[in-house]
């Protein structure tokens, strides 16, 4: 049985997908302060490394935070290899990246996967489109083999966009998706419920029951309990629009934009959100819900929902998965959460 690691975020093994975090200065706020975050960006991208160890079924690869917003690797497509930089999404279940037959503004500044150019693609005429919450694509089914470090998966079927709409300029290429497969636009198979089936490795699980959360001791929402989605893909915590603003009112922050805005004095001051789950308390304090933007100005990572749904939920984001060690296990149904270190 195969393990794969996922620097920063995930792990799988025979029973469980690990996602272990660590607290590190991140780039963001080493580089932003003096203008030099994009040039870096752009003077050194990022380039695969794997690490294999002699005699053991661990592979290690590599994952980037890009901008405290979500973590992307590299994988390859096709013989030979093409690369891409992708983001490992819990909170959807679809892998996909540009074409070259592609031509939308966001696929122009990514790399685009050159089919003729791979002796192991096999087209279809399967069509298929998904809605993100910032963009959204368009596009074909497809089949060729996809590496993950060590692992690879042959016939691997994948979406390759012919239309995409507000990806233009992200510092990635296309999306691999980690969540369940009925929950697929596409339908086709997940790359690692294939891996699965065959044996490679096991699958993992990605929502949990939320108890309740609670603001200065006071219960602020999932009074009678909710659902929540732990989801890489996504930067914020996100809830029902009238429960996030009340929390807004309650740390001070007032509306500037797309953001809401709180004096960065404040932080010190400002009370934690608390997360139960199964009677256990997981708070986010203000120094990790706050962040700065390129001005030196604090901001709330608290965002609205933008898909509504008839029962209260929530998504816990890269504002979370920072501050706490994640066991996902599918194949139970369950999830283990526990303070990073």
Same mark, same amino acid.
């Given at each position: ?274 997360? !139960?789950?199964?009677? &256990?308390?997981?708070? =986010?304090?203000? $120094?990790? /819900?706050?962040?700065?933007?390129? @001005? *030196? ?13 008839? !029962?209260?939920?929530? &998504?816990?984001?890269? =504002?979370?998965? $920072?501050? /706490?060690?994640?066991?996902?296990? @599918? *194949? ?10």
């Amino acid at each position: 049985m195969k393990w794969l690691v996922l620097l920063g975020l995930v792990a799988f093994s025979e029973c469980i997908v690990k996602i272990p975090l660590r607290r590190v200065k991140t780039m963001r706020k080493t580089l932003s302060g003096k203008n030099m975050l994009n040039n870096f960006l752009k003077e050194d991208p990022y380039r695969l490394s794997h690490i294999s160890f002699r005699g053991s079924n661990l592979t290690i690869h590599p994952l980037r935070n890009i901008r405290d917003i979500f973590y992307v690797g590299n994988i390859t497509i096709g013989t030979p290899p093409q690369e891409f930089q992708v983001i490992f999404d819990t909170g959807s279940s679809d892998l996909w990246v540009p074409s070259i037959d592609c031509n939308s503004t966001s696929c122009a500044t990514h790399v685009r996967f050159r089919h003729l150019q791979s002796s192991t693609f096999r087209p279809t005429n399967k069509t298929f489109r998904i809605i993100y919450g910032s963009g959204r694509m368009n596009g074909v089914i497809a089949y060729d083999t996809v590496r993950i470090g060590d692992l690879v998966s042959t016939d691997q079927p994948f979406g390759l966009s012919v239309e995409e709409y507000g990806f233009a300029h992200k510092r990635f290429d296309g999306i691999l998706g980690l969540n369940y497969w009925n929950l697929s636009w596409s339908k086709a198979m997940p790359i690692f419920d294939k891996l699965k089936n065959e044996g490679a490795i096991s699958e993992p699980v990605f929502a949990f029951y939320l108890s309740n959360i609670t603001m200065n001791r006071e219960v602020i929402a999932c009074s009678e309990g909710c659902a929540a989605l732990v989801d890489t893909g996504s930067s914020n915590i996100q809830g029902p629009g009238r429960l996030i603003d009340n929390i807004q009112r309650i740390i001070g922050a007032t509306p500037r934009g797309s953001k809401y805005y709180v004096s960065c004095s404040a932080v010190n001051i400002l009370p934690s959100i608390i997360f !139960t789950i199964n009677g &256990v308390n997981y708070p =986010v304090p203000p $120094r990790a /819900y706050i962040l700065k933007d390129s @001005r *030196g100005h604090c901001y709330t990572t608290f965002k609205e929902k933008r898909v509504r749904r008839s !029962t209260e939920s929530w &998504v816990l984001g890269e =504002v979370f998965l $920072r501050l /706490y060690f994640s066991v996902f296990d @599918r *194949g139970n149904d369950r999830i283990g959460l526990a303070r990073r270190v």
